[in-house]
């Protein structure tokens, strides 16, 4: 009997606005944009503590224009949040929104901070079978604070 090999998916993210800042992860690809969510914002050492979105169109004025989007907010829907046209990033997998290398999606984290990422696949591996995912293979540069102390002046 053969068991079927479980796909990976493999990005790399990169701040919009500072592309040395950059996380290369591995994950499932039954992962559910919310897991990948969590995954990209642990990378970078940030508090997971705030609504988000992933959008086809990667400009900082004009994601939500996207013709792709997903939402925490479509998620939220019934504890009184408007509706923003936007999928569920809990029920949508991975594998729905990046089909083939290269696919991007901007990842914004923080509606009032916008922290703006590219979330770029960059490759699809094999789930080895003592590996633990989600797994970060490389971190370039250093993670900016995520709440930055507003005395500190550079």
Known sequence: ?????????IFNTQL???KLIQREIEVPEDFSLYKLAEVI???YDFDFDHAFGFFSNISESRYF???RKYELFADMEDQG??????ESVEKTKISKVWKNIG????FLFDYGDNWLFVVKLISFGTKEDKAIYPRILKKNGKAPEQYP??????
């Open 1 to 9: 009997m053969s068991r079927r090999l479980m796909k990976t998916y």
């Open 16 to 18: 919009l606005h500072d």
């Open 41 to 43: 914002v642990n990378a």
């Open 65 to 67: 224009d996207s013709d």
């Open 81 to 86: 949040i408007e509706p923003t046209g936007a």
């Open 103 to 106: 696919d991007k999606m901007l």
């Open 149 to 154: 102390d507003p005395d500190e002046e550079e």
